[in-house]
């Protein structure tokens, strides 16, 4: 009897070990055999170029108060959000243009923000002396799912941002985020997917690094955590066993005695 209560331990307890998530499987950056020693500022984000769809925020800022309102959306009384401004910022159309207040239609496509903001700049100086432009990307929209703390679509104010910025800004990953097997859908690019190894230093020096507007990032599931429900249940039964098996092994052992 107390042979099979051992045994049905050594079960539980193997059973809960190989939950266990390997070491290798969880660190960021591990040196994996050939490593890149170039350092990972030689992998700068090259700049975003704009797409049509996308959204900018323009405001020409001026000395000359009574012409501010000429070439901007007024804000007054308004809290200015990041959803606020995505609402009311500049939408670049299907052909690839944004209409400025007083400027007119401009070809913003391909373009960078600087380079928009140099054009601007000149469109400008035709009206107002001394002015100066200001020209952000409001439509940075990556969307984060499977197993991080906090999936969803996220809006971050920026131009550029990076797979580990993108985890970090969605909580991290889970315990059960398989950090070996992250996918970029790639949706400018026909939904073509990419798989990435943030456990692996060579990351940084990947092209996939850096993530561009409208990326999807999925993080799959260990395969720990496929049975993480059927190993809670195979415990539990195996528990309620020992403890009949206890109960049984005290009452024959009380029985014996009471017979003397």
Same mark, same amino acid.
């Given at each position: 009897?107390?042979?099979?209560?051992?045994?049905?331990? @050594?079960?539980?307890? &193997?059973?809960?070990?190989?939950?266990?998530?390997?070491?290798?499987?969880? +660190?960021?950056?591990?040196?994996? #055999?050939?490593?890149?020693?170039? &350092?990972?500022?030689?992998?700068? !984000?090259?700049?975003?170029?704009?797409?049509? *769809?996308?959204?900018?925020?323009?405001? %020409?800022?001026?000395?000359?108060?009574?012409?501010?309102?000429? =070439?901007?959306?007024?804000?007054?009384?308004?809290?200015?959000?990041?959803?606020?401004? $995505?609402?009311?910022?500049? *939408?670049?159309?299907?052909?690839?243009?944004?209409?400025?207040?007083?400027?007119?239609?401009?070809?913003?496509?391909?373009?960078?923000?600087?380079?928009?903001?140099?054009?601007?700049?000149?469109?400008?100086?035709? $009206?107002?002396?001394?002015?100066? /432009?200001? +020209?952000?990307?409001?439509? =940075?929209?990556?969307?984060?799912?499977?197993?991080?703390?906090?999936? #969803?679509?996220?809006?971050?104010?920026?131009?550029?941002?990076?797979?580990?910025?993108?985890?970090?800004?969605?909580?991290?990953?889970?315990?059960?985020?398989?950090?070996?097997?992250?996918?970029?859908?790639?949706?400018?690019?026909?939904?073509?997917?990419?798989? /990435?190894?943030?456990?692996?230093?060579?990351?940084?020096?990947?092209?996939? =690094?850096? @993530?561009?507007?409208?990326?999807?990032?999925?993080? &799959? !599931?260990?395969?720990?955590?496929?049975?993480?429900?059927?190993?809670?249940?195979?415990?539990? %039964? @195996?528990?309620?066993?020992?403890?009949?098996? &206890?109960? =049984?092994?005290?009452?024959?052992?009380?029985?014996? $005695?009471?017979?003397?």
């Amino acid at each position: 009897m107390n042979f099979l209560k051992i045994l049905i331990t @050594l079960i539980i307890t &193997s059973v809960l070990f190989s939950n266990c998530t390997p070491y290798k499987k969880i +660190v960021y950056l591990q040196d994996k #055999g050939q490593v890149n020693n170039t &350092s990972a500022n030689t992998n700068k !984000p090259s700049e975003y170029r704009i797409q049509p *769809n996308d959204v900018l925020y323009i405001k %020409i800022i001026t000395m000359e108060s009574e012409k501010f309102n000429y =070439f901007n959306i007024d804000f007054k009384g308004t809290l200015l959000s990041p959803e606020i401004l $995505y609402y009311l910022g500049s *939408n670049v159309n299907d052909s690839g243009y944004v209409d400025v207040p007083v400027i007119g239609k401009l070809y913003v496509k391909d373009k960078t923000v600087e380079e928009i903001k140099n054009m601007l700049d000149k469109s400008v100086s035709i $009206y107002l002396k001394n002015a100066s /432009v200001m +020209v952000k990307l409001l439509s =940075f929209k990556i969307t984060v799912l499977g197993e991080v703390v906090h999936p #969803g679509q996220y809006r971050p104010l920026v131009t550029t941002l990076n797979i580990l910025e993108a985890l970090s800004i969605a909580g991290d990953l889970t315990p059960y985020g398989d950090r070996q097997k992250i996918t970029i859908i790639r949706t400018n690019e026909n939904n073509k997917v990419y798989k /990435v190894d943030i456990t692996d230093k060579n990351v940084l020096q990947s092209d996939k =690094f850096n @993530l561009l507007p409208n990326d999807i990032i999925y993080v &799959s !599931p260990l395969r720990a955590k496929t049975f993480t429900v059927a190993t809670s249940t195979t415990t539990t %039964i @195996l528990a309620a066993i020992t403890t009949l098996l &206890s109960t =049984f092994t005290t009452f024959i052992l009380l029985n014996n $005695y009471l017979k003397k």
